[in-house]
């Protein structure tokens, strides 16, 4: 048996409710007899409502799919490997769990990525093994840290039913920033909600053209530095007439990018530069982001 045919063989094993099953091949039949009568303007509006009838089901179906994904390995690794219009790589969810401990809540969702098209020489196991030992660190660092503070709450006087009502929980997740067909961006993060000092995230920009991960200099030219420098400077400026607020250099504002600066790729293929809470802003206005434009 080929590869197709045991991916369609799995595929086909996943059980669909019976009911949905059932509205499918109502619509299909629906459909059929609506496309046999020639009725004008009735036909147009009958023909419009058997289409949004059908994309509520196949929304269904969607919501069957990314289920299977998340509970079967097996079948996400092979659904990545479908063919899909307009790009080479996906990102999928490798695994995802939830539990408590201690009243330590811990939700982890940890991203792979998948190449679409095989024949591109690209191979993605190395960032794939990164990712997963990133994510598997920080929520295995994070609940020894939640642990100690409790164990000094509870020394320090504070009732296991007080400890209970600080709502402590650790989170580990992704953001897909874009999924075109040159560039896969992503950020792998992690927070912890009794604390700022820990939070961590991590940014992978991967042309699919080479399989490499992009750096600013590759977007921008040499001369990156002074480009982003100078942009950055002229939205603050802009920003700040609007009524946006920004560390000065003195209180340890912007002072120019470092060779580590944090940047994803947006849906215009250009560069979006980000600092975290507290870099160079008040906590209260979250990351500030900022699109660069121009460069190669």
Known sequence: MGKLDTMKERYDQITIPEELNFRIQQEIQKSRKQQEEKNGAGRIHRFKRIIRSVEAAAAAVCILFTAALNTSPVFAKEAGELPVIGGLARILTFRSYETEKDDIAVSVEIPTIEMITEDTGITVDGINQEILARCDQYADEALLRAEEYRTAYLETGGTPEEWAEHNIKITVGYEIKQQGSNYLSFVVWGTESWTTAYSESKYYNMDLRTGKLVTLKDMLGGDYVELVNESIREQIAERQKAGEVFFTAEEG??????????????????????????EIAPGSSGEIEFEITGGN
Do not use: L
């Open 253 to 278: 504002g912007f002072a120019g990018i470092s060779e580590d600066v944090k940047f994803y790729i947006n849906e215009n293929n250009r560069p979006v530069i980000v600092f975290g809470k507290y």
